[in-house]
């Protein structure tokens, strides 16, 4: 099993950058099929990137395509979200998700989840 704790998040003005962090604690992290969320108030949780336990190409919701990108470091058991140019729409709670299975990951429905970490966008 995994357990997941996201840092990172803030306030940020339109235009700038963030990046989160996800660190795994647990057994088998080069194992897992990783994954971003976010949630904006009032709307479902969204997909916004994915990577594969081999570290093949990356997923990415087309909203964030060449804006955001995701990357792990095996040797931190840490998941990385790095966020550019930042919108008013990308205010969000993010969730990092980890699951065995990619069709879980595509499909929204991950085994583990973090407890979520607001980004707030001010325009």
């Known amino acids: 099993q995994l357990q997941l704790v996201e840092t990172g998040g803030g306030p940020v003005q339109a235009g700038g950058s963030l990046t989160l962090s996800c660190t795994a604690s647990g057994s088998g992290f080069t194992d897992y099929n990783l994954a971003w969320f976010r949630q904006a108030p009032g709307k479902e949780r969204e997909f916004v990137a994915a990577i594969d336990w081999a570290d093949t190409t990356p997923k990415y919701v087309h909203s964030v395509t060449g804006r955001f990108f995701i990357a792990k470091d095996n040797a931190r058991n840490t998941l990385y979200l790095r966020m550019n140019t930042l919108e008013f729409e990308d205010t969000a709670v993010y969730y990092c998700?980890?699951?065995?299975?990619?069709?879980?990951?595509?499909?929204?429905?991950?085994?583990?989840w973090g407890q979520g970490t607001q980004v707030t966008v001010s325009s």
């Open positions: 998700a980890a699951d065995l299975n990619w069709g879980r990951i595509l499909g929204g429905k991950p085994n583990y």
